[in-house]
């Protein structure tokens, strides 16, 4: 049968890729301490259209139940995870998650993630673990070093609260100041009758590259104890994770946050020698506010499909083939047992795509089975 749009088969490679991933990134979890949480495929979807998570319906997989409610195929961890989260007890606790997540908007609909999701931890030990984690996996899956970018949503937060602005125009202003098209931002922001609200929000287009900008800032916002206060956290994180190992720490001030729910810190990873984007998340404090209560909750994900394409093709297996009959079957069998850190494909005939290293011959001779080396 044909497939909807975007809907895709896959076979062999990318399959294997996937669950690589998924493998190393289990025993790295397991081996920093986490614990795999699983949430159901099936929520409803006012768990994520609320006021304090804000996603959009239209962009989720959805349908009524018997009851009339509306239920949606889970279309993002953090939130559900929240929900399974909310009345578990105050300690600090370090969650990991294997699954997908759908949504309208995503190519073929289902996008494969893992995930971590740190709770009650101070600040920056949370915000730190989750990067060093980050990397941590990285390097297991031998990718190499990555350039992590940190952000925080409350720079640019409170930059705009002096603003008179409609909803209209701020959501206009933070869509230009992700695009960064800093003409445009001064320009809307000037809507606000703020002037110097206005040149300050414009500077953040440019507020991107290595940590020397945080000095920059620093010297530009002296007057400023709050802002000053997010660049010295800003800081420490970085020496944190610089002190780690050889990643490389971008800074980019003007970065908005792309769900209501960030808080704090914002963080995005990429593979250094290709650029792809693989990791993204940051500080959800918030988010918790719907359940009646602020905890301390930081975490991100990796876009598995993205890493499944830079894992490189290893060949640590033996590749036997055994030409059996099927008299001769269950003695084939038998035979696997010997090579059990070998791969043994039993055949009638050897395949003409792959290339073995062993072949093996079971033939019957006078009543006796021999094995003979082709």
């Given at each position: 049968m044909f497939l909807p749009a975007g809907s895709r088969d896959e076979?062999?490679?990318?399959?294997?890729?996937?669950?690589?991933?998924?493998?190393?990134?289990r025993k790295v979890m397991t081996m920093r301490g986490y614990t795999l949480i699983s949430t159901p495929v099936v929520e409803y979807a006012s768990t994520f259209t609320n006021q304090y998570v804000d996603m959009k319906l239209q962009d989720m997989m959805k349908w009524f139940n018997p009851e009339g409610e509306i239920e949606v195929l889970r279309p993002d961890?953090?939130?559900?995870?929240?929900?399974?989260?909310?009345t578990q007890a105050k300690n600090p606790q370090k969650w990991g998650y294997i699954g997908s997540v759908f949504k309208q908007s995503i190519p073929g609909i289902e996008s494969h993630q893992i995930g971590v999701e740190i709770l009650?931890?101070?600040?920056?030990?949370?915000e730190g673990e989750s990067l060093?984690?980050?990397?941590s996996l990285l390097k297991e899956l031998k990718m190499g070093d990555c350039l992590i970018e940190l952000g925080h949503t409350e720079i640019f937060e409170s930059l705009v609260r002096p603003l008179t602005l409609s909803q209209v125009d701020e959501k206009r202003l933070r869509q230009a100041m992700h695009d960064?098209?800093?003409?445009?931002?001064?320009?809307?922001?000037?809507?606000?009758?703020?002037?110097?609200?206005?040149?300050?929000?414009?500077?953040?287009?440019?507020?991107?590259?290595s940590l020397d900008i945080l000095s920059e800032y620093e010297e530009r916002w002296k007057e400023r104890t709050d802002l000053l206060e997010i660049l010295a956290h800003l800081k420490k994180l970085a020496r944190i994770v610089e002190a780690s190992g050889s990643q490389e720490i971008l800074i980019d001030l003007g970065r908005v946050k792309n769900l209501p729910y960030y808080s704090g810190t914002m963080f995005r990873g990429f593979l250094k020698e290709t650029g792809a984007d693989c990791f993204s998340g940051g500080r959800y404090d918030r988010l918790y506010e719907q359940f009646g209560e602020r905890n301390s909750a930081v975490g991100?994900?990796?876009?598995?499909?993205v890493l499944a394409e830079?894992?490189?093709?290893?060949?640590?297996?033996?590749?036997?083939?055994?030409?059996?009959?099927?008299?001769?079957?269950?003695?084939?069998?038998?035979?696997r047992t010997k090579y059990k850190d070998a791969i043994v494909d039993i055949q009638t005939e050897p395949l003409a795509h792959i290339q073995y290293d062993v072949m093996l011959e079971i033939v019957e001779k006078d009543g006796k089975i021999e094995v003979l080396e082709r």
């Open positions: 076979m062999g490679a990318s399959i294997d890729h996937r669950f690589h991933v998924m493998e190393v990134f961890w953090t939130t559900s995870i929240a929900r399974a989260l909310s009650h931890y101070p600040p920056l030990m949370g060093l984690m980050a990397s960064k098209k800093k003409d445009e931002v001064y320009q809307i922001a000037l809507n606000g009758k703020n002037q110097q609200s206005a040149i300050e929000l414009a500077s953040l287009v440019d507020a991107f590259g991100l994900a990796f876009d598995v499909d830079h894992v490189e093709e290893t060949n640590d297996f033996t590749h036997i083939c055994v030409i059996a009959s099927e008299d001769t079957f269950v003695y084939a069998e038998q035979l």
